[in-house]
């Protein structure tokens, strides 16, 4: 009889089973990089589509803000409904804010709105509408002289030309006005001043009080006139004075010629006579109809639809563009730091 042996059985080593176990169940880790790893990748996916979406946003922000700002890109709404089709129009030129060479109602920029306005064959009148309270003699000069030259050059076609007042119309301003063939406002409106200034400051006695030593050199013995850290000289300040008066001469015999036809032809040309109205003074735009300043009351519509009898306007006015005058005013303001201490110590004539 055969014995039978119970087979040996080895028995499992508990540590290789146990690392058995761990290998087999290291997927979890992986698992977890995996989505860690996708997270990742989906929050800078994220964070570029958001960046992408500001970025677009900013860029259509911008174009929005310089299509508002560039008349060029955008219709400007006036207070008139503004037609700008090829039929028979009323041209209009805007003569807004301070009158300067660096400004927006600078001799440049209305001259050449009044030459297009000339130019097109559908113009059957022009209104000058303005809303200034002056600046620089030399620039209304040129304007008020370009109005009298396109007025002769285009006489067989009889163009009028009518200067409309808003809310001021002062020194300058008002020769400018003073070469329509007729001027209207609202009985509101401040019309006149029709003088001029030169303004400065005088710091003698505070710089005294300081103690501080001044020091100005100069090449040319009135060089350095009306330098406020300085006393004033009666001789230079007759020579000034002087100058003041010749300025003023002329605005007064400009705006005696401007304003003679229309007043003649109302049998109201005496009322130049009123030395009141080259005082400085300003008066409404009803008060102005009263003293021969203004031929009467109106809109630029009014004058359109009731006097020109052409009722839609074109507005001929250049407008600038903001990006080449942010351009400029930087150079000017840098150079005009750079020359400072080379500038005249003079006021603003006005």
């Known amino acids: 009889m055969t014995d039978i042996q119970p087979k040996d059985t080895e028995p499992q ?10 290998h087999t169940d290291d997927s979890w880790e992986r698992d977890i ?23 677009v946003l900013g860029l259509v922000y911008l174009f929005l803000l310089l299509f508002l700002l560039n008349p060029d890109w955008s219709d400007w709404t006036l207070e008139e409904d503004l037609e700008t089709g090829g039929s028979k129009h009323t041209a209009l030129v805007e003569v807004q804010g301070i009158i300067a060479a660096d400004a927006d109602a600078s001799a440049d920029q209305v001259i050449s709105g009044l030459r297009a306005a000339f130019k097109d064959e ?5 209104i000058v509408r303005i809303n200034s309270p002056g600046g620089s003699p030399v620039q209304a000069g040129y304007i008020n002289d370009e109005i009298n030259r396109l ?12 200067a409309v007042v ?17 001027i209207y406002a609202d009985k509101a409106s401040v019309v006149g001043s029709i003088g001029v200034i030169m303004d400065s400051f005088g710091f003698v006695n505070a710089i ?9 050199m100069t090449a040319g013995e009135h060089k ?19 100058l003041l008066d010749d300025i003023h001469q002329q605005f007064i015999t400009t ?37 021969g300043l203004v031929d009467g009351l109106g809109s630029s519509s009014y004058v359109a639809r009731e006097l020109i009898k052409v009722e839609k306007i074109k507005n001929f006015t250049i407008q600038p563009n903001y990006l080449d005058r942010f351009a400029e005013r930087l150079g000017a303001t840098m150079a005009n730091i750079f020359s400072k201490p080379f500038q005249p110590h003079t006021g603003t004539i006005q």
């Open 13 to 22: 080593n508990p540590t290789s089973t146990s690392w058995s176990g761990m």
């Open 166 to 182: 808003t809310d001021i119309c002062a020194s300058g301003g008002y020769y400018i006005a003073s070469a329509a063939d007729e």
């Open 208 to 216: 005294d009080k300081l103690g501080v030593e001044r020091r100005l």
């Open 255 to 291: 705006v005696k010629q401007g304003r003679e036809k229309s007043l003649k032809a109302k049998d109201k040309l005496p009322l130049l006579d009123n030395p009141d109205l080259f005082t400085g003074l300003v008066w409404t735009g009803e008060q102005a109809v009263k003293i």
């Open 151 to 162: 007025r002769d050059k285009h006489k067989d076609r009889k163009i009028p030309i009518y």
């Open 33 to 55: 990089l995996n989505r860690l790893a996708f997270a990742t990748l989906n929050e800078q996916r994220r964070a570029r589509r958001w960046g992408i979406f500001f970025k």
């Open 122 to 126: 559908n113009t059957v009148g022009v």
């Open 224 to 242: 350095g006139f009306l330098d406020p850290f300085s006393p004033t000289k009666p001789e230079e300040v007759k020579h000034i004075q002087g």
